[in-house]
């Protein structure tokens, strides 16, 4: 059974920091995954989609990368704004399912 | 290009009736999924429509809830005889195709039981 962690479960930073959020999950056959955003009261966003072919992503300032063999990707945010404060989710995709599976979330703050 | 679109945004229903959620996935879109997302918790994956099919409901509670997608019109969601722990955010997505696409979430109806 495919389950997805992401740590921290919050994070609070000064404006203008660069900052890693990471995302593990415990079934390598993994298809893709996809990062998403949630502001308060509102759906996701889709932030960037990591293909199974592929390892990395980007996007403005963020950068998503992939490693199936040791369970983990991680989203780069750089140079963070007030602007960004948000819950991140990442979610995989099970190969052949056609359905994501959820990380808690990592719920960010960036102070002005 | 309008996004996934649900209705109602807020329902409110007394214990013991139905609820039904609305979602019109993106123009193009032929797959539709159903996400819940209860109090302090993440979202779980409910059941995955195409047109008129039900492709995969594994996350779908066996009673009480259903869900439909037909030739015309939304995909519905439907649960009847609403329990205080149905209370949550019912997110549904739409993408063109399946493995491997871009998922489109709407913005949530958010049901409150009573």
């Known amino acids: 059974k495919q389950e997805v962690t992401q740590i921290p479960a919050a994070l609070s930073v000064p404006e203008g920091e660069n900052l890693v959020l990471n995302c593990s999950f415990t079934?390598?056959?993994?298809?893709?995954l996809q990062w998403f955003r949630q502001d308060p009261g509102k759906g996701l966003t889709s932030l960037l989609l990591i293909q199974s072919s592929q390892r990395e992503q980007t996007s403005g300032r963020l950068n998503a990368s992939l490693d199936k063999s040791s369970g983990r990707s991680t989203l780069y945010i750089a140079a963070s704004q007030p602007g960004d404060s948000a819950t991140y989710l990442c979610a995989g995709e099970i190969q052949g399912a056609q359905k994501l599976v959820f990380g808690q979330g990592t719920r960010l703050t960036i102070n002005p | 290009n309008a996004g996934v679109m649900q209705n109602p945004r807020h329902l409110v229903r007394r214990r013991g009736q139905e609820a039904r959620l609305r979602c019109s996935p993106m123009?193009?879109?032929?797959?539709v999924y159903w996400y819940r997302q209860l109090p302090e918790e993440g979202l779980k994956f409910m059941v995955y429509?195409?047109?008129?099919?039900?492709?995969?409901e594994s996350g779908m509670p066996k009673e009480r809830f259903s869900a439909e997608f037909p030739k015309e019109g939304p995909s519905i969601l439907r649960i009847q005889q609403v329990v205080r722990g149905d209370s949550a955010a019912y997110f549904c997505a739409s993408s063109p195709q399946g493995n491997g696409n871009t998922i489109y979430f709407g913005e949530g109806s958010w049901l409150t039981v009573v």
């Open positions: 429509l195409q047109k008129e099919n039900i492709i995969d």
């Open positions: 079934d390598s056959a993994i298809y893709n």
């Open positions: 123009k193009g879109h032929s797959h």
